[in-house]
C-alpha cells in the first residue's frame, strides 16, 4: 500500500515534479530560481516541472494575483490525482467495450456473409504491400480516398507514387487526399500536392490525422498494422461494413480541412496575413493537445512537425497570448475563443 512519500508516484507524478511540490509547499513564497537551488535543478527543469503540475491541477492561481501559482494541500492533490487517474480507467475501459463491440460486430458481419479469409489479410513485407498497393491502384475505377500522416512524406515515396497517381486520375478516377498542415512548409510534398491540384485531383490539409490510409472504390482499404510503425507492415480490409465505416470517417475530416490551392504560396501567405487576435488549425490543435497533458514531442508527432518548431509554435503563442505559464496560456486562449467549441 503507498505510504504518505509514494503516493503521488503511485498516481502517475514524476520525481522532479514531486520534489517541486513538496518545496512549493514547505517554501510558499519562493521562486523559480529558489527552488533550483533548493532542488538542484535547472531553472528549465523546474518550469518543466510547474507546467506537469498545473496541467494536474496541483497549482492553482493565487486570487490575489493570477499570475502567481499556489499549490493545492496534499490532501485534496491527491484527490485530484485519484479522481484523474479513475477518469483514465474509465475512459480505457470504454474505449475496449466500443472497441470489442464493433470487433465482434464486424466478425458477426463476416461471418454471416461468408468468406471471411477473404475479407482480411495481413500483408507483412514491404514488398507485397507494393504489389497489393500497385494491384488496388490498377482496379480503382471510381474514387481513391487518403490520409497521409506524419507531415512531410519522404521524396523517394512521393516520386514512386506519381506514375500511379497519374494514371488513376488519366481514368477519371477521383482523388481525395489529406495531409497534415505542416507539409505546406516541405519543399518536396508541398510541390507534390501542387502538381497533384493540377493535374485534376483534390487535397486538403488539417493539423491532425487518425491513421495512415488508402480507400479504393467501395472494396478495398489499406491501413497499417502498427500506426506508430509502417515498417511492421499493412492490413487489407474488404469488408462492407469496415469500408463503409472508414468513408464515413475521411468524409468527416474531409469536411472540415482546409483546401490546397494551386498558386503554390497561398497557404504561406495565409499565415504571414494571419493578425494577433487570430490562431490556425494547428496552433488551435497545439494548445488542445498540450491541455490534454501531453508533453511537447508527443504532440509535435501527432502534428508531423520537429519538437523544436512545436516549442517555437508554444513560445510564439505564450508570447502573442502574453502568457507566463501554459496554464494562463490554456485560460487566456479560451477566453478569445481560440480552442473552438
Known amino acids: 500500500m503507498a505510504t504518505g512519500d509514494s503516493v503521488l508516484s503511485a498516481l502517475g507524478v514524476d520525481t522532479t515534479s514531486e520534489a517541486v511540490y ?24 523546474v518550469r518543466a516541472a510547474l507546467d506537469r503540475l498545473t496541467e494536474l491541477r496541483l497549482l492553482r492561481p493565487r486570487f490575489s494575483d493570477s499570475s502567481v501559482l499556489r499549490p493545492v494541500g496534499l490532501d485534496v492533490g491527491v484527490q485530484i490525482l485519484l479522481a484523474r487517474r479513475e477518469e483514465e480507467v474509465r475512459r480505457v475501459q470504454e474505449e475496449f467495450a466500443a472497441g470489442q ?4 460486430e464486424f466478425l458477426e458481419a463476416q461471418a454471416a456473409e461468408g468468406g471471411a479469409e477473404h475479407r482480411y489479410e495481413e500483408l507483412s513485407s ?39 497517381d497519374a494514371a488513376l486520375l488519366g481514368r477519371g478516377v477521383a482523388m481525395r487526399t489529406l495531409y497534415q498542415d505542416s507539409v505546406r512548409n516541405d519543399q518536396d510534398t508541398f510541390r507534390y500536392a501542387r502538381w497533384l491540384t493540377e493535374s485534376g485531383g483534390q487535397v486538403r490539409t488539417v493539423p491532425v490525422l487518425p491513421i495512415r490510409m488508402v480507400l479504393f472504390d467501395d472494396t478495398a482499404a489499406l491501413l497499417p498494422v502498427d500506426p506508430a510503425n509502417t515498417a511492421a507492415g499493412a492490413v487489407q480490409f474488404s469488408g462492407p461494413g469496415v469500408i463503409t465505416a472508414l ?39 497545439m494548445l488542445k493537445l498540450l491541455g490534454q497533458g501531453m508533453t511537447d514531442e508527443v504532440a509535435a508527432r501527432h ?15 505564450m508570447q502573442r497570448l502574453g502568457a507566463r505559464s501554459r496554464f494562463e496560456a490554456g485560460m487566456l486562449a479560451e477566453r478569445r475563443g481560440w480552442l473552438g467549441r
Open 22 to 45: 513538496r518545496t512549493m509547499l514547505d517554501q510558499p513564497d519562493w521562486g523559480v530560481a529558489e527552488i533550483g537551488v533548493h532542488l538542484a535543478r535547472s531553472e528549465g527543469e
Open 101 to 104: 463491440a464493433a470487433a465482434l
Open 126 to 164: 514491404i514488398d507485397r504491400i507494393q504489389d497489393r498497393l500497385e494491384h488496388l491502384t490498377h482496379s480503382c475505377r471510381r474514387l481513391l480516398l487518403s490520409f497521409h500522416p506524419g507531415g512531410a512524406q519522404p521524396r523517394a515515396q512521393l516520386e514512386a507514387s506519381k506514375p500511379l
Open 247 to 285: 468513408t464515413a470517417l475521411h468524409e468527416a475530416v474531409w469536411e472540415h480541412a482546409a483546401p490546397f490551392g494551386t498558386d503554390g504560396d497561398r497557404g504561406r501567405e495565409r499565415e504571414q496575413e494571419r493578425s494577433e487576435e487570430e490562431v490556425t488549425g494547428q496552433e488551435r490543435q
Open 303 to 317: 502534428l508531423g512537425i520537429g519538437v523544436r518548431t512545436a516549442r517555437r509554435m508554444m513560445a510564439s503563442l
